[in-house]
C-alpha cells in the first residue's frame, strides 16, 4: 500500500522551529519530487517547498525563503521540512505529497513543483503561538 506519512507537528512559539519529516512506504522516493504544501481553513493551499530527492533540487515558496529548508535521507526514505524563524502566520495543517510522474519531470527541467501531485499524506498540524 503506498502511503504516506507526515510527523512533527505541533505547538511552538513565535521565533522557534519545528522540523517535519514525511515518511514513505509502498514506494520510494527515487524518481520523484517530494512537496509540503500548507493549508488553513478557509484559504488555499500554499506551495512551501520541494526536492528533487535523486538530485537535490529543491524550490521555496516566496513567504519561507530564507527561513525553512528541505532535506532528504534515502535510506530512512524520509524527507524533512526544517522550520526556522516561525510568525504565527505558519500555522496550518502541513502536507507532504510525491509525484513520479509529469509534475517530477516538469519540476527536473526547471518547471514550478507545486502542482499536481500523485500521493499526499494526511496533514500534520503546526501552531505557531505564544
Known amino acids: 500500500e503506498v502511503q504516506l506519512v507526515e510527523s512533527g507537528g505541533g505547538l511552538v512559539q513565535p521565533g522557534g522551529s519545528l522540523i517535519l519529516a514525511c515518511a514513505a512506504s509502498?514506494?520510494?522516493?527515487?524518481?520523484?519530487?517530494v512537496a509540503w504544501f500548507r493549508q488553513v481553513p478557509g484559504k488555499e493551499r500554499e506551495g512551501i517547498s520541494c526536492?528533487?530527492?535523486?538530485?537535490?533540487?529543491?524550490q521555496f515558496g516566496d513567504s519561507v525563503k530564507g527561513r525553512f529548508a528541505i532535506s532528504s535521507d534515502s535510506a530512512k526514505n524520509t524527507v524533512y521540512l526544517h522550520m526556522n524563524s516561525l510568525h504565527q502566520e505558519d500555522t496550518a495543517v502541513y502536507y507532504c505529497?510525491?509525484?513520479?510522474?509529469?509534475?517530477?519531470?516538469?519540476?527536473?527541467?526547471?518547471?514550478?513543483?507545486?502542482?499536481?501531485?500523485?500521493?499526499w499524506g494526511q496533514g500534520t498540524p503546526v501552531t505557531v503561538s505564544s
Open positions: 526536492i528533487s530527492v535523486d538530485d537535490g533540487l529543491t
Open positions: 505529497a510525491a509525484d513520479g510522474g509529469t509534475t517530477w519531470y516538469h519540476f527536473i527541467n526547471g518547471l514550478d513543483c507545486f502542482a499536481s501531485m500523485e500521493h
Open positions: 509502498g514506494f520510494t522516493f527515487e524518481d520523484h519530487v
